[in-house]
């Protein structure tokens, strides 16, 4: 079956304007992550989406970051006023419902904020 | 604070020997351990995990270990395969006390097996 898919896979933005970031998890998968990788460095969770139930936000470095995701379908995340520091590479998951053990990844969305 | 940590950025093993990937971690409440491999471009692959109350669990060729008292796991992949060169994170479960589990991950370490 497909996979989890993100888009764009590749964004350039200046300095100051608000980006949006898709994800389309597996079909069926009522958990969605998001995490952000920074050159070289480990995968930096931002926020969690399980169902209709509140999502976990804890892992949002500012409030210039917002995600949303309706149902148990597409997410998207929004950066705000984007500054240097947010180029990283933006990674979607997705998981049955209890195997957060198990997430399948997106091939990821490179951000190149100039 | 870094709480999973892979000390080796990079190892190169020759093509059908043994590759040892390690990993620590200092959260004692973690209770599940995975590794994901990650080629370029592409998203990271789930491998294999080991729940904290196993030491050991094994996948064809990939064998994950656990010894809780050390808090350290390693990788083994016999007989490596230039297939297996890519990038290897090790990553742990635990409760982020805002309602879900939480996924750490170390920086990982690059493999490159050497036909």
């Known amino acids: 079956g497909a996979g989890v898919s993100q888009s764009p896979s590749n964004k350039v933005t200046e300095k100051g304007k608000d980006v949006e970031l898709r994800c389309d998890p597996i079909?069926?998968?009522?958990?969605l992550y998001w995490y952000r990788q920074r050159l070289g460095q480990g995968l930096e969770f931002l926020i969690y989406?399980?169902?209709?139930?509140?999502?976990?936000k804890s892992g949002l470095p500012s409030d210039r970051f917002s995600a949303e995701r309706t149902g148990e379908s597409v997410s998207t995340l929004t950066i705000q006023r984007t500054q240097q520091e947010d180029s990283a590479v933006y990674l979607c998951?997705?998981?049955?419902?209890?195997?957060?053990?198990?997430?399948?990844f997106g091939p990821g969305t490179r951000l190149t904020v100039t | 604070d870094q709480q999973v940590k892979q000390n080796s950025p990079s190892l190169s093993v020759q093509e059908g020997r043994i590759s040892i990937l390690n990993c620590d971690y200092t959260?004692?409440?973690?209770?599940?351990f995975l590794w994901y491999k990650k080629y370029p471009a592409e998203g990271p692959t789930f491998l294999i995990s080991?729940?904290?109350?196993?030491d050991k669990n094994e996948d064809g060729r990939f064998t994950v270990f656990l010894n809780k008292s050390a808090k350290h796991l390693s990788l083994h992949i016999v007989p490596s395969q230039p297939g297996d060169s890519a990038v290897y994170f090790c990553?742990?479960?635990?409760?982020?006390?805002?309602?879900?589990?939480?996924?750490?991950f170390g920086k990982g370490t690059k493999l490159s097996v050497i036909p």
């Open positions: 998951a997705s998981s049955r419902q209890g195997a957060s053990y198990e997430q399948y």
């Open positions: 990553a742990a479960r635990g409760w982020s006390g805002a309602g879900s589990y939480q996924l750490t």
């Open positions: 079909s069926g998968h009522t958990a």
């Open positions: 959260n004692s409440m973690f209770d599940y």
């Open positions: 989406f399980q169902g209709n139930s509140a999502p976990d």
């Open positions: 080991i729940s904290s109350i196993k």
